[in-house]
């Protein structure tokens, strides 16, 4: 499990991901994008998207502040990424609050081929068919075995599914990644799970294994989220801090921190 090489990749090629996203948290995943060494974009408009993903590496579809405008622009951004091969994640951000958000993420994973698809439990396994409780984009509760859960949906849809969470789990429906770096400082402010999903999907530009790339992508996250908690006094000073160690991230600190299991 080669995490480090995937990382150097990017450093390498730069890749340009594509962002159709929320816009909370969009400066948050433009920086992140741009502190681990690749380039963020963020066009939204329907005349210009199919042109802006045509030159990407990566498109991130991110449903947290949705509108169906905007839904309408991920979908022809889709369709265009999947002419030409591109990765595409989608990040089911309120998945089950509404009904809206539920149909609108629906009709996505109809109408273009999601490569990547990822969310909290309760997102996800509403997506799945599975009783679940979101509060806003909170996962409240959620019944089942999350990694079946996971692995079922990801045979369903024919793409790699992320439940992220204390310990994140990623399938494509026959290899499951169980990744354990993190730090609960992580979900003390808005956007760490938006910028989750723009290394998912800085990753993915560079590596065809789709699951090991999500899985990867993770992994460093996590590992720049614990090394940030060791010299941060808040929330303030600990997303900063965050920012700084996704910058200085590199092979050693990720040989020697990694925690990321394969299970059958």
Excluded at 121 to 142: D, F, M, N, Q, R
Excluded at 153 to 166: M, P, S
Aim: charged share 25%; with cysteine; glycine share 8%.
């Amino acid at each position: 499990m080669d995490t480090a090489s995937i990382f150097k990749r990017i450093k390498e090629q730069k890749p340009l991901i594509h962002h159709i996203t929320n816009w909370v948290t969009i400066y948050d995943c433009a920086n992140i994008v741009r502190a681990i060494g690749a380039l963020p974009v963020m066009a939204h408009a329907k005349e210009e998207v199919a042109d802006m993903t045509s030159i990407a590496g990566a498109l991130v579809l991110n449903i947290g502040t949705l509108t169906p405008a905007l839904v309408d622009s991920m979908i022809i951004a889709g369709k265009k990424a999947n002419e030409k091969n591109i990765p595409i994640i989608l990040d089911a951000v309120g998945v089950g609050a509404t009904g809206l958000r539920t149909y609108k993420a629906k009709e996505i994973l109809d109408k273009i081929k999601i490569s990547i698809l990822k969310g909290n439990s309760s997102e996800i396994a509403t997506l799945a068919g599975v009783k679940a409780e979101t509060k806003g984009v909170e996962a409240i509760s959620t019944e089942g075995n999350l990694i079946e859960i996971a692995k079922r949906l990801a045979n369903e849809k024919k793409l790699t599914v992320v439940i992220t969470g204390k310990e994140d789990i990623i399938s494509n429906g026959v290899d499951v990644y169980i990744c354990k770096n993190g730090h609960d400082m992580m979900g003390k402010f808005v956007g760490t799970g938006c910028m989750a999903s723009s290394l998912i999907g800085t990753f993915a530009a560079v590596e065809e294994d789709f699951t090991f790339a999500s899985a990867a992508a993770l992994t460093c996250f996590g590992i720049a989220g614990e090394l940030a908690a060791k010299k941060s006094k808040g929330i303030g000073s600990y997303k900063e801090n965050l920012y700084d160690e996704i910058f200085n991230l590199n092979g050693n600190k990720i040989k020697r921190k990694q925690k990321l299991e394969k299970r059958e």
